[in-house]
């Protein structure tokens, strides 16, 4: 089992910068793969980044690429999503997910455990 719980969303300008935080307990062994998501009203839940618990680099969706930055702090068991330049069409309710296994996926149904969710609002 692993429980996941998400922090640091909020209301920013676009142009701004957020970091949500991920707190992971219970399984944190190397054979994890964590991801954010996000979701927007009225449309399926869609793949932000994704990150092996153990060693090495992040995988990004096209939309995050060059402005989000995915990271992980091993000793605090918490991955992050900094996010910078942020536009309105980054609004959404972004979660945190795990999976069993060290294959990167960016399909939501291939992750196990999901956090609450933490609401990010770009405002133009």
Do not use: H
């Amino acid at each position: 089992q692993v429980q996941l719980q998400e922090s640091g969303g909020g209301l920013v300008q676009a142009g701004g910068s957020l970091r949500l935080s991920c707190a992971a307990s219970g399984r944190t062994d190397s054979r994890i793969t964590m991801g954010w998501f996000r979701q927007a009203p009225g449309k399926e839940r869609e793949f932000v980044a994704a990150i092996r618990w153990s060693v090495g680099s992040p995988s990004y969706a096209n939309s995050a690429k060059g402005r989000f930055t995915c990271s992980r702090d091993n000793a605090k068991n918490t991955i992050y999503l900094q996010m910078n330049s942020l536009k309105s069409e980054d609004t959404a309710v972004y979660y945190c997910a795990a999976r069993i296994g060290v294959v990167i996926s960016k399909g939501p149904t291939e992750y196990d455990y999901w956090g609450q969710g933490t609401q990010v609002t770009v405002s133009s």
